[in-house]
């Protein structure tokens, strides 16, 4: 399978706990993204990176959610001090970016990790 | 603000009875418009992307039009295996992000 996989799948941390969760790309893509999405909500646009350079956050983005990209590969998106308004669906996309080509705009999802915060 | 908006909410149907979707959007300046599919407790899942008003694309049951203002994801004659969320989202030219819509829940029964 050489589809975009993240890891874990399901996570339940207590009120205040630090998670971390990782995202590797689909192999060739130089573009990285994270979503987050609530319950009959669509994904929100939390932050991307192109290779290892984190270019555009979101306000969505607190001062306790770190994303890093080391080497351009693999993600993770860190949570600090967990709330429970932290509980939700999050998602990692990928694409690419060829010159000239329009198919570089189409980002490819993960399964996602499901976030629980008691 | 860029907004997309998403309707029905939710849509029940027969097998085979087609109908249409809708998205509409309000942007500073579309570069893209993406439909796809979502399945409960999974993550999206790609099906069309559109550039330019007039321009139309098809996969099985599913064709995808798009106006100056909107876009319609037509099903015809689905079955019970379309039961799903299908979001909508836009690009523009400001940024490389994904805007979504917060979806139609489709329903299909046999």
């Known amino acids: 399978d050489t589809g975009v996989s993240q890891d874990p799948r399901h996570k339940i941390t207590k009120r205040g706990q630090n998670v971390t969760f990782r995202c590797d790309p689909i192999?060739?893509?130089?573009?990285l993204y994270w979503y987050r999405q609530t319950l009959g909500q669509g994904p929100e646009f939390l932050t991307y990176?192109?290779?290892?350079?984190?270019?555009?956050k979101s306000r969505l983005l607190s001062d306790r959610f770190s994303a890093e990209r080391p080497k351009g590969s693999f993600s993770t998106l860190e949570i600090q001090r967990t709330e429970q308004g932290d509980s939700a669906m999050y998602l990692c996309?990928?694409?690419?970016?060829?010159?000239?080509?329009?198919?570089?705009?189409?980002?490819?999802f993960g399964p996602g990790t499901r976030l629980t915060v008691t | 603000e860029d907004q997309v908006t998403q309707s029905p909410e939710a849509l029940r149907l027969q097998e085979g009875e087609s109908s249409s979707l809708n998205c509409s959007y309000t942007?500073?300046?579309?570069?893209?418009l993406f439909w796809y599919r979502q399945d409960p407790g999974k993550g999206p899942e790609f099906l069309f992307t559109?550039?330019?008003a007039g321009e139309e694309k098809e996969k099985e049951r599913l064709k995808a039009t798009l106006t100056k203002k909107e876009s319609f994801l037509h099903i015809t004659a689905p079955k019970p295996e379309d039961s799903a969320t299908y979001l909508c989202?836009?690009?523009?030219?400001?940024?490389?992000?994904?805007?979504f819509g917060t979806g139609t829940r489709l329903q299909v029964f046999p």
């Open positions: 996309a990928s694409s690419s970016s060829p010159r000239g080509t329009r198919s570089s705009y189409e980002q490819y």
């Open positions: 192999s060739e893509h130089n573009r």
């Open positions: 990176f192109q290779n290892e350079a984190q270019l555009e």
């Open positions: 942007v500073s300046g579309l570069r893209g």
């Open positions: 559109l550039y330019s």
């Open positions: 989202a836009v690009r523009t030219y400001n940024t490389d992000k994904l805007i």
